[in-house]
């Protein structure tokens, strides 16, 4: 019948009003493809008017069976929550989440409600208010997620190999696998070079890849300790590594230049006192580290912040390990702890740092910050 | 006018079809696994158990018993292996387990659950399975070898009854902590400390580095010990069980069991370089392993135990010492009732095949499996229990859904049979034959045949 009414036999009316109806229909068709396909939220970096609200955190309120994902104000932990999204995940697992560096959008790893394997099974999520979209499955929820600097990627990790999600599609769009032992850990992603650490018998190499249309070079391999390190972050300018570095019990804070002959030294901030330290890269990694340290963070104008402690003199308060800091470089999250040192941790609490230096305290220990939300 | 309505419903219909494309991305729920690529490559097993009620009590009481081997003591699949204790790894028949290290066990494992979540206390369901093919309350995994075929006596009790699989857990922890050959020892090995058991547990959850407590997946600042109800990320599976011993889980603001001081082992001390958890002594272990070299290769691993341990009576507190009547409340008397009927299966075959219902007219739980099925048959669960009048419950009875398998059956008339194990606590077995027939065009009938026992 169709044929026939679109066959130069059928009137003329009876063709406009074929073709009006075919119209109409296929219009439907097409929103449905196009809602197939189009990325929720987006990954193009925002550059919008400076907020001069207080920065918002993501946080997370952690339950048995489900966890509350929050966007807290920096300058009130206790006061108005934002409600992102609530996530139902296995008895016991923690999410792993991690805001997008400039987008309102979060990625969050977690162990669904009928897993059990943590290395195993957890599931991506892209969530940003009022939606959320599976990106992948069968994750390792211990190796967290890291974004890409232009948001378009994702790095994870499955079974023993490094995936760079591409946010858009969903899809992996490169895959590495470290020949040898040693699970992949991500470190960063900085246009098309992905940065990575692997962790043997031996100690902690990094690992510089280039990926070109979803082809993966080793660019080079570098041993950066002799034992296990964690917490690696890169400097804004990429010509620095900093990470923490673990001999038995001891912890320090260690930078590392990836640039022959890197020029000016980081500007050192110790979180027990506010005085600015220069200390050569050279010296840093001569002397193993700054001892009794932790969770190194850059800021953008690249100093370094660490958490430290002193076993043998504790302070009262205890000690703070940086998370991350705000865009704007005022706000500091913080993991805040009534104890002595990783021994002897005690009760952790979540907190800022004002711009001003003031410390506060969330009273839910409940609470876990993630990191600053993109406005 | 007219155009702007059609240009405005253009617009709708787009937008409709929009909103439909996201809401049909399919979510990449968890499903069961298809393989068991660990144990045995092939599907795993389909089995159905039981779930008892909230409190978990019924549980508690099987972990006690199987902890002083006394579930199934004369049961060589399911009793306790003699613990090697003292220096010099002599076996003690007498020794046994602290019992708070298997209900902590439970706990972490399953929330100390048989069946699937979503099953209701009190009632029959699929047992509860893991992405990685662990069965029930213990999750026992590296037992049961999933090879597509119909599971042993050991598997289907260890899939349809709760006491089983405990048993079957606390018979792989003991394995376990007897392996001095490959695995560390603590102090003098006496089991009746629970620091003891440190390495043991270690290794039921795997001996991988992931369970290093200074490993690189470990949070150097994760507070010790852990309070059980906090989240586990950052914990090694041992510091789980023992944080869980050290403060019990509540349920319904009881507290499952009484708290027990267990002394962690001092990680200052112990994991410098070259200490026993330093992380180069577990490297030079592997090494040694996987070159094949002699010696136990993690023997540098050993210490001595903490400061402030204290040795744990498995007969002391609230454990009575009345293990026969205990034994007797969990395990119950059950007794089979299958009948003898004669079914249509033209018309049930339409609706889903044949339902076969096998009671239990005693107590307990009668777990039963299948030992023959015709292969042009499938059965929807390959073991079961049935529920007698015990724990509270009305019977409830098993359910075997029979069909056609895909590939069908040859033309012609057909007849197989299709036998059924019981398996008793006290190790009886009895069996039931049925026999099946089909008629490719007509209908296809089965009877239940005379006991074989």
Not at chain 1, 232 to 245: E, H, I, K, V, Y
Not at chain 2, 31 to 54: I, K, L, T
Not at chain 2, 241 to 267: A, F, H, K, Q, Y
């Amino acid at each position: 019948m169709l044929v026939r009414l679109l066959s130069t036999r059928a009137s003329g009316w009876w063709r406009r009003r074929a073709v009006r109806w075919l119209a109409l229909l296929a219009l439907p068709v097409i929103g449905l493809l196009l809602g197939l396909i189009t990325p929720v939220g987006t990954t193009e970096l925002e550059f919008g008017q400076r907020d001069r609200q207080p920065p918002r955190l993501l946080a997370g309120e952690f339950h048995d069976t489900h966890s509350t994902l929050w966007l807290v104000p920096a300058d009130d932990l206790n006061g108005k929550r934002t409600r992102l999204a609530d996530v139902p995940h296995a008895p016991g697992w923690d999410l792993e989440a991690m805001p997008a560096p400039h987008a309102p959008i979060a990625a969050v790893l977690s162990l669904p409600p009928s897993g059990w394997e943590p290395r195993t099974q957890a599931v991506l999520d892209l969530i940003s208010e009022g939606d959320i979209r599976r990106m992948a499955t069968g994750l390792d929820l211990m190796a967290g997620a890291i974004w890409s600097d232009d948001g378009r990627h994702l790095l994870v990790r499955r079974g023993d190999s490094l995936l760079i999600l591409d946010t858009g599609t969903g899809r992996p769009s490169a895959q590495w696998t470290p020949a040898g032992l040693g699970s992949p850990y991500a470190v960063a992603m900085r246009g098309t070079t992905v940065w990575a650490t692997t962790i043997d018998a031996w100690g902690t190499s990094l690992i510089e890849l280039a990926v070109n249309e979803g082809v993966i070079s080793v660019e080079s391999r570098t041993r950066i300790a002799d034992g296990i390190t964690r917490d690696w972050t890169l400097s804004p300018d990429a010509n620095l590594l900093a990470f923490g570095a673990q001999s038995g019990t001891d912890l320090a804070v260690r930078v590392t230049s990836l640039i022959d002959g890197a020029s000016d030294p980081p500007l050192l901030l110790s979180s027990a006192s506010d005085q600015a330290m220069r200390i050569a890269v050279s010296d840093v990694s001569a002397s193993g580290g700054i001892p009794d340290s932790a969770s190194p963070v850059w800021r953008s104008d690249g100093g370094l912040h660490f958490g430290s402690w002193n076993a043998e003199a504790p302070d009262p308060s205890g000690f703070t390990l940086p998370i991350s800091w705000d865009a704007g470089g005022e706000w500091l999250a913080l993991r805040s702890f009534s104890g002595t040192g990783p021994g002897h941790p005690g009760t952790e609490r979540a907190a800022v740092r004002s711009p001003a230096g003031e410390v506060a305290h969330a009273n839910d220990e409940n609470l876990r910050l993630f990191g600053w939300w993109s406005e | 006018m007219r155009l702007i309505g059609w240009a405005l419903l253009a617009v709708a219909l787009v937008l409709g079809g929009f909103e439909a494309g996201r809401s049909l991305r399919p979510e990449q729920a968890t499903a069961a696994p298809s393989v068991c690529p660990y144990s045995g490559g092939g599907p795993p097993f389909a089995f159905q158990s039981f779930e008892a009620d909230r409190t978990r009590s019924l549980y508690l009481d099987a972990q006690l018993l199987a902890a002083a081997n006394q579930l199934f003591p004369d049961d060589p699949e399911f009793a306790l292996p003699p613990l090697e204790t003292g220096s010099a790894r002599i076996e003690d028949p007498e020794a046994g387990i602290p019992p708070q290290i298997i209900h902590a066990i439970g706990w972490i494992e399953s929330k100390i659950n048989q069946t699937h979540i979503d099953v209701p206390y009190g009632n029959l369901g699929p047992t509860l399975l893991s992405f990685d093919c662990g069965y029930g309350i213990m999750q026992i995994t590296s037992t049961i070898d999933n090879d597509g075929g119909l599971p042993s006596r050991y598997e289907a009790l260890v899939g349809a009854h709760f006491a089983y699989n405990i048993a079957a857990g606390a018979r792989l922890l003991v394995e376990k902590w007897n392996e001095d050959e490959l695995f560390p020892v603590i102090g003098q090995s006496d089991p009746a400390y629970v620091e003891s058991w440190y390495y043991a547990l270690w290794a039921y959850n795997g001996w991988a580095i992931s369970n290093h407590p200074r490993g690189p997946d470990v949070d150097p600042f994760r507070p010790q010990p852990y309070a059980c109800d906090d989240a586990r990320n950052g914990y090694p599976y041992q510091e789980l069980v023992l944080g869980c011993i050290i403060n019990p889980p509540e349920v319904d603001g009881t507290r499952l069991w009484e708290p027990l001081p267990v002394s962690l082992p001092s990680l200052e001390e112990l994991s410098t370089p070259g200490g026993p958890l330093g992380l180069d002594r577990y490297y030079e272990g592997l090494d040694q392993w996987y070159a094949g070299l002699g010696g136990p290769p993690f023997a540098a691993m050993g210490f001595e135990l903490p400061g402030g341990a204290l040795p744990h009576d498995s007969e002391t507190g609230d454990i009575p010492h009345e293990f026969d009547s205990l034994r007797t409340q969990v395990l119950g008397e059950p007794e089979i009732l299958f009948e003898t009927r004669e079914i249509d299966l033209g018309s049930t075959l339409q609706s889903g095949g044949a339902v076969l219902q096998i009671g239990n007219a005693g107590g307990g739980l009668l777990p039963w499996r299948v030992v023959e099925l015709p292969d042009w048959i499938t059965a929807e669960i390959q073991a079961g229990s049935a529920l007698g009048n015990s724990y509270g419950f009305d019977p409830i009875p098993s359910r075997l859904r029979l069909n056609v398998s895909s590939e069908g059956a040859l033309p012609g008339l057909r007849h197989s049979r299709l036998r059924l194990e019981f398996l008793f606590p006290d190790g009886r077995i009895e069996t039931r034959t049925v026999t099946i027939s089909l008629e490719k065009q007509g209908a296809a009938f089965y009877k239940a045949g005379s006991p074989q026992s």
